[in-house]
């Protein structure tokens, strides 16, 4: 299916609206600055682009809101866990894990 491809395309996959060169929100830009932050190597897509992974990609997660990290397969959350796993020092072994 096509949503699993995807989110298997990286080991740490950033669903998005927008790039990381072009966020095209609030959201979006500030994971791309706390993933750009950690050095650890992850890749986007571009939700904006793509009405069918965008509805499909929220049923698939039960997760309503983007940005949606994924590691290694599995749904990590958006922006807010994101930043909790930052301030408790978790965040980089959570993404290196998928290393």
């Given at each position: 299916d096509r949503i699993r491809a995807l989110i298997n395309l990286h080991p740490v996959m950033l669903f998005m609206k927008g790039n990381r060169e072009e966020p095209r929100c609030g959201f979006s830009r500030k994971i791309v600055e706390i993933l750009d932050s950690?050095?650890?190597?992850?890749?986007?897509?571009?939700?904006?682009?793509d009405e069918e992974i965008r509805q499909g990609l929220k049923k698939f997660s039960n997760w309503p809101t983007y940005p949606q990290v994924y590691v290694n397969g599995e749904l990590i959350g958006g922006l807010d866990v994101v930043v909790e796993l930052q301030c408790a020092g978790q965040l980089i072994p959570t993404l290196t894990q998928a290393s």
């Open positions: 950690t050095k650890v190597s992850y890749e986007t897509f571009d939700i904006l682009g």
